[in-house]
């Protein structure tokens, strides 16, 4: 996809409703895809979890996965994902988490993930990625590439669940 009005587009052929569960983006995704006209078919809702209670209040991400992994990794961005999903009527829910800035070599790197019931069960898939730049650019890289990846997701997402791929399963 190229553009956020592909986005929609994708979601609307597909008759999804989309959550999102933003960290370090602050919101930036939802309000990318607000500026689509006919978006409120397709968006939901979005969560805005900065700090780590947050994420366990709204999200439902367990402490022990925290103080384990750390706030900027795939397995808190896989919560927050399902999180997500579980606190609104969505059919997907794509979340991020990460440092926009830093120092060393945490600086840039964005976890995200994406949720969806399928056959009655939560699946997710994750993946991390570094930016380069300054805060802002980070934080607007970060929120377009996770929209623009949402169909990779939903395909990555279906072809596990067609292949049963236990990997892909959460809490798998």
Not at 58 to 67: H, N
Not at 106 to 112: A, I, N, R, S
Not at 131 to 144: H, I, L, P, S
Not at 148 to 161: D, I, N, S
Request: hydrophobic content about 45%; glycine content about 10%.
């Amino acid at each position: 996809m190229q553009s956020v009005e592909q986005v929609v587009s994708f979601l609307e052929k597909y008759q999804l409703s989309l959550v999102t569960a933003e960290s370090c983006t602050g919101g930036m995704m939802a309000s990318l895809l607000a500026g689509v006209p006919g978006c409120g078919a397709v968006l939901d809702r979005g969560y805005v979890a900065y700090s780590p209670e947050a994420k366990q209040q709204c999200l439902g991400v367990a402490p022990g996965t925290i103080a384990r992994y750390g706030l900027t990794s795939e397995e808190v961005a896989r919560e927050m994902a399902l999180g997500a999903l579980d606190n609104s009527e969505a059919s997907v829910a794509l979340a991020n988490t990460g440092l926009a800035e830093a120092e060393g070599e945490m600086d840039g790197l964005v976890c995200f993930a994406c949720a969806m019931l399928m056959d009655g069960e939560p699946w997710v898939v994750s993946e991390q990625l570094r930016f380069d730049g300054q805060r802002n650019q980070v934080r607007e890289a970060a929120a377009r590439h996770g929209l623009l990846q949402l169909p990779y997701y939903y395909e990555r997402l279906r072809q596990a669940v067609a292949a049963k791929l236990p990997i892909e399963a959460a809490g798998g």
